[in-house]
C-alpha cells in the first residue's frame, strides 16, 4: 500500500518559518506531480504549491516569494519550506502525489494519494 506521511507543522509566531515534509512509502512505480494544499476553517481547500518529477514549481499568489516547495526524487520525499509566515496562512496542510503504485505484480492505475494533514498555526 502507499502512504504518505506528513510532518513539521506547529505553532509559529508571524515572520516565522517552517519547513514540512511529505515521505512516501509503500510500492510505487512513479510519482509525476506533488502538491501541498490548505484548508482553514470555513474555507474551501486550496492549492499552495505544485512541484512536477522533473523540478518546475508552481505557486498561489499569496505565498509566492515565501514559500518553496521542493522534492527529493531518491527519498520519495516532498518538502515545503515557509518563511514570513502570516496569520492568513494558519491552515490544515494536505501533501498530496499523483503517483503510478505497484500492486503486487503489475502497476496499478494512476491516482491521486493524500496525507493526513498537519496543522500550521501562525499567531502572535
Known amino acids: 500500500q502507499v502512504q504518505l506521511v506528513e510532518s513539521g507543522g506547529g505553532l509559529v509566531q508571524p515572520g516565522g518559518s517552517l519547513r514540512l515534509s511529505c515521505a512516501v512509502s509503500?510500492?510505487?512505480?512513479?510519482?509525476?506531480?506533488m502538491g501541498w494544499y490548505r484548508q482553514a476553517p470555513g474555507k474551501q481547500r486550496e492549492l499552495v504549491a505544485v512541484?512536477?518529477?522533473?523540478?518546475?514549481?508552481n505557486y498561489v499568489d499569496d505565498v509566492k516569494g515565501r514559500f518553496t516547495i521542493s522534492r527529493d526524487n531518491a527519498k520519495n520525499t516532498m518538502y515545503l519550506q515557509m518563511n514570513s509566515l502570516k496569520p492568513e496562512d494558519t491552515a490544515e496542510y494536505y501533501c498530496?502525489?499523483?503517483?503510478?503504485?505497484?500492486?503486487?505484480?503489475?502497476?496499478?492505475?494512476?491516482?491521486?494519494?493524500w496525507g493526513q494533514g498537519t496543522q500550521v498555526t501562525v499567531s502572535s
Open positions: 498530496n502525489a499523483d503517483l503510478l503504485p505497484w500492486l503486487g505484480l503489475r502497476v496499478g492505475s494512476r491516482g491521486d494519494y
Open positions: 509503500g510500492s510505487i512505480f512513479s510519482i509525476y506531480n
Open positions: 512541484i512536477t518529477s522533473g523540478g518546475s514549481t
